[in-house]
């Protein structure tokens, strides 16, 4: 049991650090970058030209395979944001803040993918564009609270202000997620109820929900793809006075 | 495979413009996530490198 809270401190602390970050994401980028380009190109094949049309909503319902990975990332990334705001917050981790920064546009991009998808989807399917029901709204709500996070760190030049109050508002924020995932059960709602249910079978058959599965798991690996991406150009951009920034600046050739 | 010919996956029965761009518009803002950082990147190499001839010129002038 020491052992096992030791190895969990020695790593707690190793991944605090920009610099143990940086270089070890340095070696995983490109796997990662493989796996989710592999992954999305199989899922998009398979989602557009194999998976079988719906008998009701006929072709539209190709439209599952983004926006339904869409939608969840778009809860999952705040989560992720909530909780490294919540340890950045209380142990001043540093690699905690900026991963809580990056997740903000990167939530919000996957939060309007969802949105639009699901208006696109809805209008000739249920012939709106829009309903002000119980999961369409919170899921605005999510964005504009995404936006509200984005522009409270763009407003704020000291950056152990800017983490902290940010960190207060997702924390705030954090209440509509219960309210997204369960508003299709509380509410009465033109939205249907989600497709993967935990330790249940999809009620679709395998070749329309294995190509679901296989874009979701696409998309969460480009979104860690995404945050990698920004966390290193935030670490240089803080770090910059540190020594191994100008050394790594100093080392690559001219671009 | 669901489609017999190319025309008839980009028109999916007359719903071809609802799938095309859902699919169309993800796909921008999935490049616009990857491209942004990838152009900041750039800056900011180019701005510290600056930053740093600077004081090595400083430097240079005060010795």
Same mark, same amino acid.
């Given at each position: 049991?020491?052992?096992l809270?030791? +190895?969990?401190?020695?790593?707690?602390?190793?991944?605090? #650090?920009?610099?143990?970050?940086?270089?070890?994401?340095?070696?995983?980028?490109?796997?990662?970058?493989? %796996?989710?380009?592999?992954?999305?190109?199989?899922?998009? !094949?398979?989602? +557009?030209?194999?998976?079988?049309?719906?008998?009701?909503?006929g072709?539209?319902?190709?439209?599952?395979?983004?926006?339904?990975?869409?939608?969840?990332?778009?809860?999952?990334?705040?989560?992720?944001?909530?909780l490294s705001?919540?340890?950045?917050?209380?142990?001043?981790?540093?690699?905690?803040? !900026?991963?809580?920064?990056?997740?903000?546009?990167?939530?919000?991009?996957?939060?309007?993918?969802?949105?639009?998808?699901?208006?696109?989807?809805?209008?000739?399917?249920?012939g709106?564009?829009?309903?002000?029901?119980?999961?369409?709204?919170?899921?605005?709500?999510?964005?504009?609270?995404?936006?509200?996070? $984005?522009?409270?760190?763009?407003?704020?030049?000291?950056?152990?202000?800017?983490?902290?109050?940010?960190?207060?508002?997702?924390?705030?924020?954090? %209440?509509?997620?219960?309210?997204?995932?369960?508003?299709?059960?509380?509410?009465?709602?033109l939205?249907?109820?989600?497709?993967?249910?935990?330790?249940?079978?999809?009620?679709?058959?395998?070749?329309?929900? $294995?190509?679901?599965?296989?874009?979701? +798991?696409g998309?969460?690996?480009?979104?860690?793809?995404?945050?990698? +991406?920004?966390?290193?150009?935030? !670490?240089?951009?803080?770090?910059?006075? #540190?020594?191994?920034?100008?050394?790594?600046?100093?080392?690559?050739?001219?671009? | 495979?669901?489609? =017999? =010919?190319? *025309?008839?996956?980009?028109?999916?029965?007359?719903?071809?413009?609802?799938?095309?761009?859902?699919?169309?518009?993800?796909?921008?803002?999935?490049?616009?996530?990857?491209? =942004?950082?990838?152009? @900041?990147? @750039?800056?900011? @190499?180019?701005?510290?490198?600056? *930053?740093?001839?600077?004081?090595?010129?400083?430097?240079? =002038?005060? *010795?």
């Open positions: 049991m020491n052992r809270w030791a +190895l969990i401190k020695r790593y707690y602390h190793r991944l605090g #650090s920009p610099q143990y970050f940086y270089d070890i994401s340095t070696r995983f980028l490109p796997w990662l970058v493989a %796996v989710s380009v592999l992954l999305c190109g199989f899922g998009l !094949i398979q989602a +557009l030209l194999f998976a079988p049309q719906d008998y009701q909503q072709q539209t319902f190709r439209i599952i395979y983004i926006h339904v990975p869409a939608a969840s990332l778009a809860l999952s990334a705040y989560l992720m944001m909530a705001a919540a340890i950045g917050l209380i142990w001043k981790m540093k690699m905690a803040e !900026i991963i809580a920064k990056v997740c903000a546009p990167i939530g919000a991009s996957f939060t309007f993918i969802a949105l639009v998808t699901g208006a696109i989807w809805g209008k000739p399917t249920w709106t564009w829009w309903i002000w029901d119980a999961r369409l709204t919170s899921m605005l709500i999510l964005f504009f609270l995404y936006l509200g996070i $984005m522009s409270l760190h763009a407003a704020i030049q000291n950056t152990q202000t800017a983490a902290k109050s940010t960190a207060i508002l997702a924390l705030v924020g954090v %209440v509509n997620l219960p309210i997204i995932k369960y508003s299709v059960e509380w509410w009465n709602t939205h249907q109820p989600a497709t993967f249910k935990f330790m249940q079978k999809p009620a679709m058959p395998a070749d329309m929900w $294995m190509p679901l599965l296989i874009m979701m +798991l998309f969460y690996c480009l979104f860690v793809v995404l945050v990698i +991406l920004r966390a290193r150009c935030e !670490i240089i951009d803080r770090e910059r006075r #540190s020594r191994w920034v100008k050394e790594l600046i100093l080392a690559t050739k001219q671009d | 495979m669901q489609f =017999s =010919s190319f *025309s008839e996956l980009i028109q999916m029965g007359g719903q071809g413009i609802f799938v095309w761009s859902s699919y169309g518009i993800t796909l921008l803002v999935i490049a616009i996530n990857v491209l =942004s950082p990838l152009l @900041r990147r @750039r800056a900011l @190499r180019k701005e510290i490198k600056h *930053s740093i001839n600077r004081e090595v010129r400083q430097h240079e =002038s005060n *010795s």
